[in-house]
């Protein structure tokens, strides 16, 4: 008897084995989402003021932004069992992110060859990005 009351607390613990919560990844996400972007927004301050340049614009883009959202899109991309009301939350941080990627390196290809055509191509990423954003409920509920 103790041996199948063993079996059976095994088998109803396999398929919690390796499920994995995502909205701690999602919520690293968006905070450093909301820190690249005020880092940006402090920088075209500076620019705008005339105490910073276009290089060092490239250089916070190139050297902390999209690392950092990189390291978020390897955070997001990591294997594992989701839970199922947690899949499109996922799906949708993951595409947000690629998206904002996409916008920033853009951005960056804009500048360094000040082409105002590229310009637009990074905003319709960052529209793109934010119609994508809106998918994802946040601050996420608790479990």
Request: charged share 25%; glycine share 8%.
């Amino acid at each position: 008897m103790g041996a199948a009351a063993l079996g059976v607390a095994i088998f109803t613990g396999v398929p919690v084995h390796g499920i994995c919560d995502v909205r701690p990844d999602i919520d690293h996400m968006m905070v450093t989402d909301e820190r690249t972007a005020a880092a940006f927004r402090a920088a075209v301050t500076q620019l705008s003021q005339g105490r910073l340049g276009e290089k060092a614009m490239i250089t916070l883009i190139d050297g902390e932004i999209l690392p950092a959202l990189e390291r978020e899109q390897q955070r997001l991309a990591s294997e594992g069992l989701v839970p199922e009301d947690q899949e499109a939350v996922l799906a949708a941080a993951r595409e947000y992110v690629q998206l904002r990627i996409e916008y920033w390196g853009l951005r960056t290809q804009a500048i360094r060859k000040g082409s105002i055509a590229m310009l637009r191509q990074a905003d319709k990423k960052e529209g793109a990005a934010r119609d994508v954003l809106v998918r994802i409920p946040y601050p996420l509920a608790p479990a």
